[in-house]
């Protein structure tokens, strides 16, 4: 999954990013508001850890724009303030969580856990879609609780389609979840169009050959019609 941190602390946002790699997260780092507005109207984000006293405006604004764009983006505020009101206020503008300044290491990965969880309704660290379920701490997918068997590119791209199931993923996305922002565009769509006639295949040989749905000119869709 992709994350934004917005902090301006040069020492914090080290240890955040150190902190969200090991969780598995592609980051992208922002120290200042008009940095943070640039990659969002960019990129999509599963994560925005968000500081608010940033040295060029506040930090809510950015809140604002990434719930205008992205509804789904998870946010968590980062924030020295302590007032109330603050809280209050990000949370009426549609942070899902709020820590303030300082906290431990520990109680942020329990939070983004929380968030996560609540985000995409992920029960005992699995998500499914239909009758396919995806683990999302180990390699470890099922279909009709049968194990399949997935190389570790594989099961990255699938866990990231089960994640946004019924929507339509880019090309670009994928291959940017998989390896990062700095990707060479022709290179990686390949793989991502080898990798995904392998995992079509594994799926097809469960029994599950229409899951993935191609839209053409820009990605992929996990179809999910799960009962009321």
């Known amino acids: ?35 943070a507005r640039n990659l969002v109207a960019a990129d999509e984000y599963d994560l925005v850890l968000l500081d608010l006293g940033l040295p060029d ?85 099922r279909y009709e609780q049968q194990p399949l068997d997935m190389t570790e590119t594989e099961y990255k791209i699938l866990r990231y389609l089960v994640l946004n199931k019924n929507k339509t993923i880019t090309r670009i996305a994928l291959a940017e979840h998989i390896w990062g922002s700095s990707i060479d565009d022709r290179f990686s769509l390949d793989f991502i169009n080898s990798h995904m006639k392998n995992i079509r295949k594994k799926l097809s040989g469960a029994g599950a050959s229409d899951i993935i749905e191609t839209v053409y000119g820009v990605g992929y869709k996990l179809e999910a019609h799960e009962a009321e």
């Open 1 to 35: 999954m992709r994350a934004l941190i917005v902090e301006d602390e040069p020492l914090l946002h080290d240890e955040l990013e150190d902190q969200l790699l090991e969780e598995q997260f592609n980051v992208d780092v922002s120290e200042t508001l008009q940095e």
């Open 57 to 141: 405006g506040d930090g809510l604004d950015l809140l604002q724009m990434v719930k205008r764009f992205y509804s789904d983006t998870a946010i968590v505020i980062l924030t020295a303030r302590g007032e109330v009101e603050d809280k209050v206020k990000g949370l009426e503008l549609g942070s899902d969580d709020y820590l303030a300044k300082p906290f431990s290491m520990s109680e942020l990965r329990a939070r983004i856990h929380a968030v996560l969880r609540r985000r995409f309704k992920i029960n005992d660290n699995e998500i499914s879609a239909g009758a396919l379920t995806v683990n999302l701490d180990h390699l470890q997918v």
